[in-house]
């Protein structure tokens, strides 16, 4: 209950079993489930509207063009750009940091320069910079994670010696996706700023679960995805301030994005255009849309609290089991909880979850180094969203102890 | 249950609890390492050839209760025997955790008969295979780098 409101039933695909057993649906981190209102958006565009955009004269590429580019308002609203031309769509939060890692980059980035990251980042936004860096032949610095389990959080005292006037660009994660630690986003900004180095948030785990303000974060870009935020795969998008965005070279070329083209060469459209080449995902943006005004309704305040309210208490009831390692903060955590058990590997945890119909995720979680330097192969993640309850935590611990109680024997 | 208590059947988690043959192995002279990289899983296997018998062997890594299991059961099936008896045990196994389906002889490989019911996880179960069968064809090292590899 959310806001007043069964919100479960606004979730088709929750009132299925696995097997004899409810679906518990706790692989939100991964990818989360699809209101109505949205499925709803994106066939009522195949029905009535589909067209291409942008290009032709009659009524229904009319309609679409209209519909993609209110979608790029709704977006600029829900995090508080300062103009749509900041918005370029993209496939998602993988495809956004790698147009910055190739398009900004180019421009940008030179022999002997660095680029600082942090140790709790996706590969998604860690390997397009070291692939960038080396490119370039500048270097990469990563920002220490710290802590015991009790903490895991970024070492604020090495960014200070990290953070030097050769560091061109700070990539880090709002929400680490393994420990659920939140980052303090707008100070980092604002000390990356200090040293003149232009900031990139990738806000895939933040974006449907915490208010996001760009200016008041104060970065430079960020970076996002539909699907992890109610809203359809293969649509995302990346914020970049406006001036930035326009000094940056196309990335991909072709359709939508030239203002000339001559035999001999061609001319750039501004941004937003000038990044989406080709015929771009209407539908898709037009389902973010319909996403964006889902979790508005339900208010983003009001998500932040619930998530942590389960994640909180997931810990709590989770610390009970034997032979548990919970990862990341006990207290002011994303509903995002990494555990891995002394007496079963994730990978049998996950398994027999699922018997019970309890959806986890269990692996690196794309985060190879992280686990590396944890000490861990692997861990079982489970992550929670609005349609998530406290009895789904019951029914996970319940599944937990049948586990153990099975592998201890 | 029923489908969890055929794949972890009492011979999977007998080999998960004491596994076999485990460790690295200072006088090997063939290794290979594997892994899967969508689960972290990972696998080391460490031979001394004789001649063309495998005289020793062991595995080490980490991974499930079904990869390491099948792991240390294979370490068991394969010493003593040769490279071509070795790809013959294997498609045997594959065939076993691919349709279910058991051969007539009685074998401990039958116990993976119920990872085909779970095709995300025939992956775990061929890790080690799949790694010593690479071992079987790497070209030959001196023990010193054997003991010295590893995952």
């Not at chain 1, 061109?168 to 303090?184: E, Q």
């Not at chain 1, 991909?252 to 255009?273: H, L, N, Y």
């Not at chain 1, 995902?281 to 339900?298: E, P, R, S, T």
């Not at chain 2, 003593?80 to 955790?97: C, M, N």
Request: charged residues 20%; negative net charge.
């Amino acid at each position: 209950m959310l806001a007043g409101r069964d919100v479960r039933s606004d979730f088709p695909v929750l009132h299925q079993k696995v097997g004899s057993h409810p679906l518990v649906y706790l692989d939100n981190a991964a990818t989360s489930h699809k209101p109505r209102a949205v499925i709803d958006a994106v066939a009522r565009f195949y029905e009535r509207d589909n067209s291409n955009v942008h290009r032709g004269l009659h009524a229904l590429s009319m309609r679409a063009t209209d519909g993609y580019e209110a979608a790029r308002a709704r977006v600029a609203r829900f995090i508080n750009a300062a103009s749509p031309a900041e918005i370029v769509f993209t496939r998602g939060t993988t495809e956004s940091v790698n147009l910055v890692a190739q398009s900004w980059a180019a421009a940008n980035l030179r022999r002997g320069d660095v680029i600082l990251l942090t140790e709790m980042e996706h590969h998604s936004n860690m390997v397009p910079w070291q692939v960038a860096a080396e490119r370039a032949g500048a270097t990469v610095r990563y920002v220490p994670v710290t802590g015991d389990n009790a903490e895991h959080g970024l070492d604020l005292d090495a960014l200070e010696r990290l953070l030097t006037p050769e560091v061109k660009l700070f990539a880090f994660t709002h929400i680490s996706n393994t420990l659920g630690t939140i980052n303090p986003a707008a100070e980092l900004c604002r000390r990356a700023r200090e040293v003149g180095a232009v900031t990139l948030i990738d806000a895939a785990q933040s974006i449907g679960h915490e208010p996001i303000d760009v200016q008041a974060l104060g970065c430079d870009f960020l970076a996002f995805s539909g699907h992890k935020m109610a809203g359809p795969t293969g649509i995302g998008a990346l914020y970049g301030r406006r001036a930035l965005l326009d000094a940056m070279p196309p990335w991909q070329t072709g359709g939508g994005m030239i203002s000339v083209v001559e035999f001999s060469g061609s001319r750039w459209k501004r941004a937003p255009e000038r990044f989406e080449a080709g015929t771009p995902n209407v539908a898709d943006a037009i389902g973010l849309h319909a996403a964006m005004d889902y979790l508005d309704g339900l208010g983003r305040p009001e998500i932040s609290l619930h998530d942590h309210a389960l994640a909180e208490a997931a810990y709590a009831a989770l610390a009970e089991l034997p032979g548990i390692r919970l990862l990341g903060p006990a207290g002011r955590r994303a509903g995002i909880l990494s555990f891995a058990l002394a007496d079963a590997h994730a990978h049998d945890v996950v398994t027999f979850a699922d018997q019970d119909g309890v959806a986890l995720r269990g692996g690196h979680h794309c985060n190879q180094p992280l686990m590396r330097k944890l000490g861990l192969p692997s861990s079982v993640r489970a992550s929670f969203y609005v349609y998530n309850t406290p009895d789904e935590i019951d029914v996970l611990v319940r599944s937990l102890r049948r586990i153990l109680a099975f592998f201890r024997a | 249950m029923s489908d969890l208590t055929e794949l972890y059947q009492q011979v999977i988690l007998d080999h998960n609890r004491r596994p076999r043959n485990r460790g690295r192995l200072p006088v090997a002279n063939r290794v290979a390492h594997g892994d899967n990289p969508t689960c972290g899983d990972q696998c080391s296997v460490f031979l001394r050839l004789d001649g063309d018998r495998i005289a020793e062997i062991t595995f080490d890594g980490q991974g499930c209760a079904i990869s390491q299991a099948s792991a240390s059961l294979m370490t068991t099936l394969l010493k003593g025997g040769t490279a071509p008896e070795a790809k013959e045990l294997y498609d045997q196994f594959h065939r076993i955790v691919t349709t279910g389906e058991t051969p007539d002889e009685i074998s401990d490989l039958a116990a993976f008969a119920g990872v085909h019911a779970f095709p995300a996880r025939i992956k775990c179960a061929t890790l080690g295979w799949h790694t010593a069968l690479e071992a079987l064809r790497s070209p030959p090292i001196t023990p010193a780098a054997g003991a010295g590899g590893g995952a």
